[in-house]
């Protein structure tokens, strides 16, 4: 394996590791501020385009999620074997 090749590994490895890292602390927060908004203020939220954009985009990302874990895993097993 090249140079290049180990620093876009590595390189790849930490950015999805942070997206994925970053989209679970948003669920995350999301949960606890409709907690705290009430039922009925929740329910004006969930009925608006964003939050159906919210939605479609975090199905999608969840139909990558094996895929992602995968490479996150044997990536993480490639750069220890490094």
């Known amino acids: 394996m090249s140079e290049l090749d180990d620093i876009s590994l590595k390189e790849t490895y930490k950015i999805i590791s942070v997206l994925l890292e970053q989209v679970e602390a948003s669920n995350n927060l999301i949960a606890l501020m409709a907690a705290q908004l009430g039922e009925e203020n929740t329910r004006k939220i969930t009925q608006s385009s964003s939050w159906a954009a919210f939605m479609t985009a975090k199905r999608s990302l969840e139909t990558l999620r094996p895929l992602l874990e995968k490479y996150v ?10």
């Open 73 to 82: 895993a044997t990536a993480a097993k490639m750069t220890a074997e490094m």
